[in-house]
């Protein structure tokens, strides 16, 4: 395995940690994922986004920032792979979606003195599915403060990453997720694995069958 440090990413509702819990398994490799149960503004932003936008994305910056640096920094004789599922580059896109201008201009200067002290991955797994798709799946996971998400916000985010990636030198595997079913599919786990060992100089795509 060329990569050390994996990052998969996606919008809400993408299955993101599923894929990490597995990935991890399958390369033996550290896992660390995002606490996001731990941010108290969570379910208040969703109620009024206007009031806790700024707390939330600070709490979630500080918390990722905090996971980060002590887990990245920790040598595992056992583990030389590390599987996350988040980019800690996330921080800025969502500010950028929730924050007004001001306070975005502020957030970005935490966050630049921030990233400046962590590893950035090698590669980024980057999960794409239609608006229908992560609606189920918000549903089906049942967190009482995500079921009245409304498609405008997953469609801003969607939007913002797939920006990113266009804009950004990001070695990134962009899975069409579609017909994702990580859980009782081990072919669409091996086909993510398959495309980590391909080589490939920005970006690589595959299709869930």
Not at 105 to 134: N, T
Not at 180 to 195: C, R, T
């Amino acid at each position: 395995m060329q990569h050390r440090f994996i990052t998969i990413e996606g919008n809400i509702g993408a299955g993101k940690t599923t894929l990490a819990h597995l990935l991890a398994k399958k390369l033996n490799a550290r896992l660390i994922l995002e606490e996001f149960a731990d941010n108290p503004f969570l379910p208040k932003f969703y109620e009024n986004p206007g009031q806790y936008a700024f707390p939330l994305e600070l709490f979630f910056m500080a918390e990722r920032y905090k996971q980060m640096k002590d887990l990245l920094y920790k040598t595992d004789l056992f583990q030389s792979i590390t599987v996350s599922d988040y980019l800690f580059t996330k921080c800025l896109l969502f500010a950028k979606i929730n924050l007004p201008e001001e306070e975005f201009r502020l957030y970005q200067k935490l966050y630049d003195i921030m990233q400046q002290q962590l590893v950035f991955p090698d590669l980024l797994i980057y999960l794409h599915s239609p608006i229908s798709r992560l609606q189920k799946n918000i549903k089906k996971r049942n967190r009482s403060y995500e079921q009245n998400i409304p498609d405008s916000y997953l469609l801003s985010i969607q939007y913002t990453y797939t920006n990113y990636i266009k804009q950004h030198a990001v070695k990134t595997i962009f899975v069409e997720a579609d017909n994702a079913d990580f859980l009782s599919n081990e072919a669409q786990i091996q086909s993510i694995i398959d495309a980590l060992n391909t080589d490939f100089e920005e970006q690589h795509y595959i299709t869930l069958l």
